[in-house]
């Protein structure tokens, strides 16, 4: 009998999962552990304004949400100079993280980092002065983008150099598309950033772990780009946005897909019937007689007006249609 860890590692792998493997602590179903560093990440979310360790401002409102960037430490490209650049070598960032090893023996460990490099990036400079200096302010945003990546490999280093063989994958975000298409020309995509993730994604595989990317939106135009340079794992929660069947024929079995019921268009709106067809049609398309899917929860349920009972029916759902229990 395959432990959680072997379960998920083989669906990541296409060798032949036991059963489906599950991302779902809402419903304390999961074989996946999460050890994080100290990363301040969107901050207390009980209040209105709360700044992250790269000192960008979050802000939110009196609706309960993880709140947006607002305050951006470099709006100027004067203000560079200036800029105090967090140290991926503090040991604040480490400490308490061998204790969150406790009650992880057998199951798939993770460890990871909040906004990679496009949101880090935006998040620093600000979305349109981002897109801008795509263009007209090359070298500076290609220094900004270089130093946020040593960080990111950096911490990548530090953390394997800490907990050597503990932690199986790394996983991230970078939202990279609107409904319809990606942010940018995805030309411009491969040139500027496709070597950049590389660079991040080899430091993770040189650590043991596979790599997992969270992206949403309409992304299709890089998902091949992603397999090229060792992305094992991406978590789409817009399956419907980018096309279930669509996906499915481009890219099942040479990615191992991490998702659930669209968290737009199904699981706010729909019904059991729904939901029950959805699950099924993206187990069939997305997932392998070897593997190649992970379901896994989108977990501020509140955001998006879904409530536990519906959280249930889905999980229900994909437990019926689960393919590869025997």
Sequence with gaps: MQTPK????????FKNPERLPVIFDALYASDRRYVGWNQIGTGDHRKLLTFDEWNCGWQRTAQKNMGQITVHPIPEWSDLDKYEWPNPDDPKFFEGMEARFEGTEGYYVQTGIFMLLFERMHGLRGFENTLLDLYIEREKIEELADRIVDFDIR?????????????????????????????????????????????????????GWHVWMHSCGKVNAIVGDLIDIGCNVINLQQPRALGIEEMGKEYAGRICFESLCDIQHTLPFKGEADIDAEAKLLLDCWGTERGGFILSDYGDGEAIGVAPEKKKMMYDAFMKHDRWRK
């Design 155 to 207: 911490m990548i280093e530090n953390i394997a150099a800490r907990f050597p063989g503990r932690i199986d994958g790394f996983s991230f975000s970078d939202d990279w598309g609107t409904e319809r298409a990606l942010f940018i020309d995805p030309v411009l995509w491969r040139e500027f950033f496709k070597p950049r993730y590389k660079k991040i994604f080899d430091a993770a595989h040189k650590a």
């Design 6 to 13: 072997e379960i998920i590692t083989a669906a990541i792998e």
